[in-house]
């Protein structure tokens, strides 16, 4: 196969965030998935593939009508993917992972409130839950849809987490930074119900932050 350039490069930091994920510690195995916005469609990590053993040949591309093109099926999760692309037109890419502190919470369905100002990095006083449905089907995407609306991550009940960015790079700082504050929150409910800043505090924050780059983070 020939790629143009820009297409190459898509590819590729497709994969190497995937090796990232596991190698940061944010996902397992091949549970997480990764995709870039490509033209009409998008660029998506294959199923089921190590992810050391990808090459650009093995991402796959599915066009705006929902066709997967490549030598192996796109990941199982390809749905929310395509249909958060579709909705988010501040979204040029998608990061969906297992990591540990946040999962633990999904496992529990607990939104992390405003524990701490960085909650305002995406975009508003806590991070929302979206309700259970199996992995890969439209009632996923339907919940973490509306989940996401004005956010930049959300979590994914009894399942996982989902980012967006207008980068893939900034979409995977938001899944670290969600999973930091998963960790936090965690800690902090050991020591009991921890007290919370209120929604104009966070607001002073996103406010304070829009001139100079973090909630803009590339």
């Known amino acids: 196969m ?6 190459l490069a898509k590819r590729q930091a497709i994969i190497d ?9 944010l996902n397992q195995g091949t549970s997480g998935n990764v995709s870039i916005r490509h033209g ?15 090459t650009p040949e ?3 591309f599915i066009d705006g009508d ?10 199982t999760e390809w749905r929310f993917h395509r249909d958060i692309l579709k ?9 969906h992972a297992h990591p540990t502190y946040t999962t633990i919470l999904s496992i529990h369905n607990k939104e992390i409130p405003a524990i701490h100002y960085m909650l305002a990095v995406f975009g508003g006083p806590n991070i929302r839950v979206a309700p259970y449905a199996i992995y890969g089907s439209q009632e996923l995407s339907d919940n973490a849809i509306e989940a996401l609306e004005d956010r930049q991550a959300c979590i994914l009940e009894h399942h996982g987490m989902i980012s967006v960015g207008a980068s893939i790079q900034q979409a995977f700082w938001y899944a670290t930074e969600l999973e930091t504050l998963a960790r936090q929150y965690h800690g902090a409910l050991l020591l009991g ?8 505090q966070i607001q002073d924050v996103i406010d304070k932050m829009a001139g100079y780059g973090l909630s803009d983070k590339k």
């Open 17 to 25: 965030h995937c090796i990232l994920m596991n190698s940061s510690g």
């Open 40 to 54: 009409e469609g998008l660029l998506i990590s294959p199923t089921s593939r190590p992810y050391a053993s990808l």
């Open 193 to 200: 119900e921890p007290p919370l800043l209120t929604d104009q």
């Open 87 to 95: 909705t988010r037109k501040d979204a040029n890419a998608v990061v």
């Open 58 to 60: 093995d991402i796959v």
């Open 66 to 75: 929902g066709e997967p093109h490549g030598r192996w099926k796109p990941s």
């Open 2 to 7: 020939t790629f143009s350039p820009d297409e």
